[in-house]
Protein backbone atom coordinates (compact mmCIF):
# COMPACT_ATOMS: atom_id res chain seq x y z
CA UNK A 1 0.00 0.00 0.00
CA UNK A 2 1.10 3.53 -0.96
CA UNK A 3 1.86 5.71 2.80
CA UNK A 4 -0.65 7.50 3.88
CA UNK A 5 -1.21 11.30 2.79
CA UNK A 6 -2.93 13.35 5.50
CA UNK A 7 -4.85 16.54 4.42
CA UNK A 8 -5.52 18.94 6.61
CA UNK A 9 -8.60 21.19 5.92
CA UNK A 10 -7.98 23.92 8.57
CA UNK A 11 -10.50 26.56 8.39
CA UNK A 12 -13.22 26.17 5.67
CA UNK A 13 -15.73 28.57 4.92
CA UNK A 14 -18.47 27.99 7.39
CA UNK A 15 -17.26 27.59 10.38
CA UNK A 16 -16.99 30.10 12.64
CA UNK A 17 -15.02 30.95 16.34
CA UNK A 18 -18.66 30.57 17.87
CA UNK A 19 -19.07 27.60 16.57
CA UNK A 20 -15.10 26.35 16.95
CA UNK A 21 -12.93 28.51 19.38
CA UNK A 22 -9.91 27.60 18.21
CA UNK A 23 -10.10 28.20 14.30
CA UNK A 24 -7.37 29.10 13.15
CA UNK A 25 -8.39 33.00 10.91
CA UNK A 26 -5.62 35.24 10.38
CA UNK A 27 -2.95 34.40 7.92
CA UNK A 28 -0.70 34.12 10.73
CA UNK A 29 -3.13 31.48 12.80
CA UNK A 30 -3.38 30.09 9.65
CA UNK A 31 0.33 29.80 8.83
CA UNK A 32 1.23 28.63 12.66
CA UNK A 33 -1.80 25.91 12.16
CA UNK A 34 -0.45 24.35 8.98
CA UNK A 35 2.83 24.47 10.92
CA UNK A 36 1.63 21.91 14.05
CA UNK A 37 0.10 19.77 11.47
CA UNK A 38 2.82 19.65 9.78
CA UNK A 39 4.67 18.32 12.40
CA UNK A 40 2.02 16.20 13.81
CA UNK A 41 2.13 14.52 10.38
CA UNK A 42 -0.13 16.20 7.42
CA UNK A 43 1.49 16.74 3.99
CA UNK A 44 -0.75 19.01 2.48
CA UNK A 45 -3.10 21.81 4.25
CA UNK A 46 -6.25 22.90 2.04
CA UNK A 47 -6.62 26.41 2.79
CA UNK A 48 -9.60 29.22 3.00
CA UNK A 49 -8.78 32.42 3.64
CA UNK A 50 -10.70 34.56 5.37
CA UNK A 51 -11.03 38.59 5.63
CA UNK A 52 -9.82 40.96 8.70
CA UNK A 53 -14.12 40.44 9.69
CA UNK A 54 -13.08 36.13 9.34
CA UNK A 55 -15.65 36.02 6.50
CA UNK A 56 -14.51 33.78 3.85
CA UNK A 57 -12.29 35.57 1.02
CA UNK A 58 -10.83 34.39 -2.29
CA UNK A 59 -8.55 37.22 -2.42
CA UNK A 60 -5.83 36.83 -4.37
CA UNK A 61 -3.50 38.97 -1.68
CA UNK A 62 -4.70 37.14 1.13
CA UNK A 63 -4.01 33.92 -0.08
CA UNK A 64 -0.34 35.33 -1.47
CA UNK A 65 -0.16 36.18 2.22
CA UNK A 66 -1.12 32.99 3.92
CA UNK A 67 1.09 31.23 1.29
CA UNK A 68 4.41 32.96 2.14
CA UNK A 69 3.79 32.67 5.22
CA UNK A 70 3.01 28.54 5.17
CA UNK A 71 5.46 28.76 3.22
CA UNK A 72 8.39 30.06 5.12
CA UNK A 73 7.59 27.39 7.99
CA UNK A 74 7.39 24.02 6.17
CA UNK A 75 7.52 22.46 3.27
CA UNK A 76 3.83 21.20 3.24
CA UNK A 77 2.00 21.04 0.47
CA UNK A 78 -0.30 23.89 -0.37
CA UNK A 79 -3.41 23.74 -1.62
CA UNK A 80 -6.00 26.58 -1.79
CA UNK A 81 -9.79 26.54 -2.20
CA UNK A 82 -11.60 26.82 -6.03
CA UNK A 83 -14.81 25.98 -4.21
CA UNK A 84 -14.84 29.41 -1.41
CA UNK A 85 -18.10 29.67 -0.22
CA UNK A 86 -21.25 29.25 -1.75
CA UNK A 87 -21.71 32.93 -2.41
CA UNK A 88 -18.50 33.31 -4.13
CA UNK A 89 -18.71 34.36 -8.13
CA UNK A 90 -16.38 31.93 -9.75
CA UNK A 91 -14.03 34.79 -10.86
CA UNK A 92 -13.49 35.07 -7.12
CA UNK A 93 -12.97 31.50 -6.56
CA UNK A 94 -10.60 31.15 -9.37
CA UNK A 95 -8.02 33.80 -8.01
CA UNK A 96 -5.85 31.51 -5.55
CA UNK A 97 -4.56 29.20 -8.63
CA UNK A 98 -3.57 32.62 -9.93
CA UNK A 99 -0.72 31.66 -7.29
CA UNK A 100 0.62 28.80 -9.11
CA UNK A 101 0.12 27.14 -6.34
CA UNK A 102 1.22 22.80 -6.43
CA UNK A 103 -2.58 21.93 -6.11
CA UNK A 104 -6.01 23.63 -5.61
CA UNK A 105 -9.35 21.54 -5.58
CA UNK A 106 -11.71 21.48 -8.09
CA UNK A 107 -15.41 21.00 -7.81
CA UNK A 108 -16.57 18.49 -10.39
CA UNK A 109 -20.98 18.67 -9.79
CA UNK A 110 -23.21 21.08 -8.40
CA UNK A 111 -25.04 19.83 -5.49
CA UNK A 112 -26.90 20.86 -2.55
CA UNK A 113 -25.01 22.06 0.47
CA UNK A 114 -26.96 22.04 3.63
CA UNK A 115 -29.79 24.97 2.90
CA UNK A 116 -27.63 26.60 0.26
CA UNK A 117 -26.53 25.12 -3.32
CA UNK A 118 -23.20 24.96 -4.58
CA UNK A 119 -22.80 25.57 -7.87
CA UNK A 120 -20.43 24.12 -10.80
CA UNK A 121 -21.76 24.60 -14.16
CA UNK A 122 -19.68 22.90 -16.94
CA UNK A 123 -18.96 25.92 -18.45
CA UNK A 124 -17.15 26.49 -14.94
CA UNK A 125 -15.58 23.36 -14.48
CA UNK A 126 -13.70 23.43 -17.78
CA UNK A 127 -12.49 26.76 -16.77
CA UNK A 128 -11.29 26.17 -13.49
CA UNK A 129 -10.01 22.62 -15.04
CA UNK A 130 -8.30 24.74 -18.03
CA UNK A 131 -6.29 27.08 -16.28
CA UNK A 132 -5.07 24.79 -13.83
CA UNK A 133 -3.75 23.20 -16.54
CA UNK A 134 -1.92 26.35 -17.77
CA UNK A 135 -0.51 26.97 -14.88
CA UNK A 136 0.55 23.28 -14.05
CA UNK A 137 -1.51 23.09 -11.07
CA UNK A 138 -2.41 19.79 -10.03
CA UNK A 139 -6.36 19.26 -9.48
CA UNK A 140 -8.01 18.01 -6.44
CA UNK A 141 -11.04 16.81 -7.67
CA UNK A 142 -13.68 17.05 -5.00
CA UNK A 143 -16.71 14.58 -5.45
CA UNK A 144 -19.84 15.30 -3.32
CA UNK A 145 -22.33 12.80 -5.39
CA UNK A 146 -21.47 9.89 -7.67
CA UNK A 147 -22.06 11.85 -10.94
CA UNK A 148 -19.32 13.76 -10.00
CA UNK A 149 -16.55 11.16 -10.86
CA UNK A 150 -18.25 11.30 -14.75
CA UNK A 151 -17.73 14.63 -14.83
CA UNK A 152 -14.21 15.03 -14.31
CA UNK A 153 -14.64 12.05 -16.61
CA UNK A 154 -15.75 14.38 -19.52
CA UNK A 155 -13.04 16.67 -18.30
CA UNK A 156 -10.66 14.35 -19.28
CA UNK A 157 -11.85 13.46 -22.68
CA UNK A 158 -12.05 16.83 -22.94
CA UNK A 159 -8.04 17.50 -22.29
CA UNK A 160 -8.68 19.78 -19.36
CA UNK A 161 -7.86 16.93 -16.79
CA UNK A 162 -4.89 14.48 -17.17
CA UNK A 163 -5.23 10.44 -15.67
CA UNK A 164 -3.98 9.84 -13.16
CA UNK A 165 -6.90 12.10 -10.97
CA UNK A 166 -6.79 12.78 -7.21
CA UNK A 167 -10.05 12.48 -6.10
CA UNK A 168 -11.74 13.93 -2.73
CA UNK A 169 -14.18 11.98 -1.99
CA UNK A 170 -15.91 14.55 0.48
CA UNK A 171 -18.69 12.30 2.34
CA UNK A 172 -21.77 13.61 4.80
CA UNK A 173 -22.69 16.89 3.81
CA UNK A 174 -26.17 17.61 3.95
CA UNK A 175 -28.05 17.50 0.69
CA UNK A 176 -25.04 15.22 -1.27
CA UNK A 177 -23.59 11.45 -0.72
CA UNK A 178 -24.00 10.01 2.62
CA UNK A 179 -21.36 9.15 4.82
CA UNK A 180 -21.82 6.03 5.29
CA UNK A 181 -19.38 3.28 4.71
CA UNK A 182 -21.53 1.28 1.91
CA UNK A 183 -21.60 4.93 0.27
CA UNK A 184 -18.01 4.99 0.76
CA UNK A 185 -17.21 1.70 -1.29
CA UNK A 186 -19.32 2.52 -3.96
CA UNK A 187 -17.18 5.88 -4.64
CA UNK A 188 -14.17 3.95 -4.89
CA UNK A 189 -15.53 1.21 -7.16
CA UNK A 190 -17.05 4.27 -9.31
CA UNK A 191 -13.68 6.21 -9.56
CA UNK A 192 -11.26 4.39 -12.94
CA UNK A 193 -8.44 2.61 -11.83
CA UNK A 194 -4.93 3.95 -11.19
CA UNK A 195 -6.70 7.14 -9.29
CA UNK A 196 -5.84 8.38 -6.13
CA UNK A 197 -8.05 9.02 -3.25
CA UNK A 198 -8.66 10.97 -0.01
CA UNK A 199 -12.26 10.67 2.29
CA UNK A 200 -13.52 13.79 4.05
CA UNK A 201 -16.14 12.65 6.01
CA UNK A 202 -17.93 15.69 7.46
CA UNK A 203 -19.03 15.70 11.19
CA UNK A 204 -19.54 12.76 13.17
CA UNK A 205 -18.54 10.72 9.95
CA UNK A 206 -15.08 11.71 9.36
CA UNK A 207 -13.46 9.03 12.18
CA UNK A 208 -15.09 6.01 10.77
CA UNK A 209 -14.71 6.72 6.78
CA UNK A 210 -11.20 7.96 8.24
CA UNK A 211 -10.51 4.10 9.44
CA UNK A 212 -12.10 2.35 6.24
CA UNK A 213 -9.49 4.65 3.79
CA UNK A 214 -6.21 3.54 5.87
CA UNK A 215 -7.28 -0.12 5.91
CA UNK A 216 -8.44 0.00 1.70
CA UNK A 217 -5.16 2.30 1.22
CA UNK A 218 -7.16 5.97 0.43
CA UNK A 219 -5.76 9.18 2.09
CA UNK A 220 -7.31 10.86 4.76
CA UNK A 221 -8.64 14.47 5.09
CA UNK A 222 -9.45 15.76 8.71
CA UNK A 223 -9.79 19.79 10.50
CA UNK A 224 -12.39 22.27 11.30
CA UNK A 225 -13.35 22.54 7.87
CA UNK A 226 -14.78 19.11 8.06
CA UNK A 227 -15.29 18.29 12.07
CA UNK A 228 -14.78 20.94 14.95
CA UNK A 229 -15.32 17.79 17.25
CA UNK A 230 -12.67 15.37 18.58
CA UNK A 231 -15.53 13.18 19.96
CA UNK A 232 -19.08 13.84 20.95
CA UNK A 233 -19.85 17.14 22.65
CA UNK A 234 -15.81 17.63 22.75
CA UNK A 235 -14.97 20.67 21.02
CA UNK A 236 -10.82 19.88 19.38
CA UNK A 237 -8.14 21.86 20.73
CA UNK A 238 -6.59 22.18 17.56
CA UNK A 239 -6.64 20.86 13.77
CA UNK A 240 -3.24 19.03 14.95
CA UNK A 241 -5.07 17.08 17.34
CA UNK A 242 -6.90 15.63 14.58
CA UNK A 243 -3.96 14.82 12.59
CA UNK A 244 -2.30 13.36 15.75
CA UNK A 245 -5.05 10.85 16.18
CA UNK A 246 -4.97 9.55 12.23
CA UNK A 247 -0.87 9.21 12.94
CA UNK A 248 -1.95 6.77 15.95
CA UNK A 249 -4.84 5.03 13.77
CA UNK A 250 -2.37 4.31 10.91
CA UNK A 251 0.75 3.22 12.86
CA UNK A 252 -1.78 1.12 14.79
CA UNK A 253 -3.11 -0.40 11.35
CA UNK A 254 0.05 -0.76 10.01
CA UNK A 255 0.09 2.42 7.38
CA UNK A 256 2.89 4.37 7.30
CA UNK A 257 2.53 8.19 6.82
CA UNK A 258 3.76 10.62 3.58
CA UNK A 259 6.14 13.44 4.20
CA UNK A 260 5.08 16.00 1.67
CA UNK A 261 7.49 15.26 -0.50
CA UNK A 262 6.58 11.27 -0.32
CA UNK A 263 3.44 12.60 -1.01
CA UNK A 264 4.06 14.51 -3.69
CA UNK A 265 5.75 11.37 -5.46
CA UNK A 266 2.10 9.57 -4.76
CA UNK A 267 0.24 12.83 -6.67
CA UNK A 268 2.71 12.75 -9.40
CA UNK A 269 3.36 16.48 -8.33
CA UNK A 270 6.17 17.72 -10.60
N1 LIG B 1 -17.13 25.64 1.04
C1 LIG B 1 -17.79 24.78 0.10
C2 LIG B 1 -18.99 25.45 -0.48
C3 LIG B 1 -13.45 23.37 -1.87
O1 LIG B 1 -12.81 23.86 -0.96
O2 LIG B 1 -12.99 23.21 -3.00
C4 LIG B 1 -16.90 24.31 -0.99
C5 LIG B 1 -15.61 23.74 -0.62
C6 LIG B 1 -14.92 22.96 -1.67
O3 LIG B 1 -15.12 23.87 0.48
ZN1 LIG C 1 -12.74 23.49 1.17
Known amino acids: MQKLIITVALTGAEVTRDLQPNLPITPDEIAEAAYEAYKAGASIVHIHARDNEGNPTQSYEVYKEIKEKVEAKCPIIFQPSTGGAVWHTPEERLQPVELKPEMATLSCGTCNFGPEVFMNSQEYMEKFAKRMKELGVKPEVEVFERGMVNNALALVKKGLLDMPIH ?8 GAITGEIRDLLYLVESIPEGSTWTVAGIGRHELPLANVAI ?41 EVATPDEAREILKIK
Do not use: C, T, W
Open 167 to 174: FDLVMGVP
Open 215 to 255: LLGGHVRVGFEDNIYYKKGEIAKSNAQLVERIVRLANELGR
